[in-house]
């Protein structure tokens, strides 16, 4: 099992309360709703959210397979500021 393809992540912790059993998609064992998990929304999707185990998220996060949206944010090229902008006029 494996993650959706997506630019960047949104993570956060899961605070479930009904009995319910997931999968997670970066291992793809078994994930309790009531264990401590997180939840994950690609490029911050909601409707798309998936379940998955603490550990699995931080082992991806170190590895460079779960970037959040501040990671790739600070890929992205940067526009010319005001100053910049205003001086390229004169």
Known sequence: MSLPAAAWWEVRPAAN???ATYRCPICGRHLPALSEHMLLFPEGDHSLRRHAHT???MRARAAGR????EDWEAKQPRKPGLWSRVRGRS
């Open 17 to 19: 309360r009904k009995p």
């Open 55 to 57: 550990a699995c998220v």
């Open 66 to 69: 779960l970037p959040l949206k």
